[in-house]
Each structure stands twice: as C-alpha cells, then as structure tokens.
C-alpha cells in the first residue's frame, strides 16, 4: 500500500512562514513527480506546487509563486514545501500527492496517491 504522510500544518499570523512536510513511502519516492495541493472550506482543490522525480523541475501557482518553494529529499524520502510571507487567502487543507506523469501535472486528476492532508490557519 503506497503511503504519504503529511504534517507542519497549524495557526500562524499572516506574514509569517511555515514549512509542511510530506513523507512518503518507498514505493512512491523513485520516478513519481510529487505536488502539494489545497483546499480552503466551500472551494475545489487547487495546485499549489509540483517537483519532477529528480528535483530538475518544479513549477507554482501564480498564486504562491515566490513566497512557497517544493523541494525533495529522495534519500530521505521527504518533500518539504516552504511558505513565507502567508496571506490569510493561504488557508487551507494542504495535501501532498504523487503521480507517475511527466512533465509534473497540475491536475489533481493525474495523481494517484494522497497524503490525509495537514491544516494550515492564516490569521489576519
């Protein structure tokens, strides 16, 4: 059974940084692009970041785009996404996710396996 598993969510003041983290079993780790998706109450899941199998190529929503950085540790089996300057629109559910596509998708269409998800609260 392929395995991922989020956590670093919580309530942080808006213009402050969080780091979540999703690790992953070894299953998933070798040859799958990983993504990190969120779904605020009452909206669709949206793509928030993705990372290709070998870290060469990343790709962001306009949205986080110079305030979030994914980033993956295959060894270790572990994709962090970085969040800095957090806006209060930044509050959500995030959820790590892995697909065999290449180029990394954006569609959460393309992705086969998800983490429970990890809650991120931006206060004003």
């Known amino acids: 059974q392929v395995q991922l598993v989020e956590s670093g969510g919580g309530l942080v003041q808006a213009g402050g940084s969080l780091r979540l983290s999703c690790t992953a079993s070894?299953?998933?780790?070798?040859?799958?692009?990983m993504a990190w998706f969120r779904q605020a109450p009452g909206k669709e899941r949206e793509f928030v970041a993705a990372i290709s199998w070998n870290a060469a190529a990343t790709h962001y929503a306009d949205s986080v785009k110079g305030r979030f950085t994914i980033s993956r540790d295959n060894a270790k089996k572990w994709i962090p996404l970085q969040m800095t300057n957090l806006k209060p629109e930044d509050t959500a559910i995030y959820y790590c996710?892995?697909?065999?596509?290449?180029?990394?998708?954006?569609?959460?269409?393309?992705?086969?396996?998800w983490g429970q998800g990890t809650l991120v609260t931006v206060s004003q």
């Open positions: 996710a892995a697909s065999a596509a290449h180029p990394p998708p954006t569609s959460p269409k393309w992705y086969s396996y």
């Open positions: 070894q299953d998933t780790n070798r040859g799958y692009a």
